[in-house]
Each structure stands twice: as C-alpha cells, then as structure tokens.
C-alpha cells in the first residue's frame, strides 16, 4: 500500500505557490529581471536545458540566461498545461513552453521553441523553488 505522505494531494495555497514561481520564471526572462530569475532557484539548482547547456546553482543560471537573452529583442515565453503532484516532501511539475525569441534587430530571424518543463520544488525558508529542471524539447526552430 503507498503512503499517504508519498500520494496526498496537493492544497489549493501549495498550487498557487508553484504555479507563482513557474510563471515568476517566463515572466522574469521576457523582462529581463535578472534578480526576479535568480530568485525562482533553490541554491542547489540543477538545470539541464538539453543542447543550449546544463548549469547549478541560481547564479550560474541567471548569468546563462541573461547572456543567451543579451543579443534578443522581445521574447514571448507562455506555460500551458501546468501539472503538479506530490512526490515525498518535494512537489513535481510538467508544464508545456512555447517561447517566440524576436530579433535585436528589425529583419533579423524570429526563432521558436517548443517542449515541456519537468521540475522538482521544494519548500525554503523564502518558499517554493525549482531545485531540478530539464527542458524537453519537441521543435526548435
């Protein structure tokens, strides 16, 4: 028989949360909040985001982020399907991405990527944050 620890559903409050810091993340990177980004990582942060490279920690995170983005004009990041679980202490999300990256420059390439997050929250003393990311991608043009 499962635990009840392991299979409890999750409080409307706890899903509030998680859903904050999924959207805090798009929401950061369309504005170039560098802080607001650093801010959605647990300080042991593992993110593997496939061909575009695998970083720890917050910090590491951010400046990839904010150098990856340096060379973009406006970005348009949505999360759709936004799924979450209980897992043991920790709290495991799936949710779609569909990002448009605009050129800096008018004429320059619109590039497109298409896939799904699956993460791993935890609770800290500054509330839920994203311990484990990979990035799943499906179309990346």
């Known amino acids: 028989m499962a635990s009840t620890v392991a299979t409890r559903q999750l409080d409307a409050a706890e899903e509030r949360a998680v859903t904050d ?9 369309d ?12 300080e042991d942060v593992e993110a593997d985001y496939g061909s575009f490279g695998t970083w720890r920690g917050p910090r590491e995170i951010t400046e990839q982020m ?4 340096a060379d973009l004009g406006p970005t348009l990041l949505r999360l759709t399907n936004i799924a979450l ?3 043991g202490g920790q709290i495991c999300a799936r949710c779609y ?13 619109v590039h497109r990527g ?3 997050f699956e993460d791993r929250l935890v609770r800290t003393s500054g ?5 484990r990311r990979t990035f799943h991608p499906v179309l990346l043009e």
């Open 21 to 29: 810091v999924l959207l805090r993340y798009a929401t950061a990177l």
């Open 85 to 87: 679980r209980w897992d």
């Open 66 to 69: 904010r150098r990856l983005h």
């Open 127 to 131: 509330g839920w944050k994203i311990s």
């Open 114 to 116: 298409v896939g799904w």
């Open 97 to 109: 991405v569909d990002a448009v990256l605009t050129p800096l420059e008018a004429g320059g390439p």
């Open 31 to 42: 504005t170039r909040d560098w802080p607001l980004l650093r801010s959605c990582f647990s």
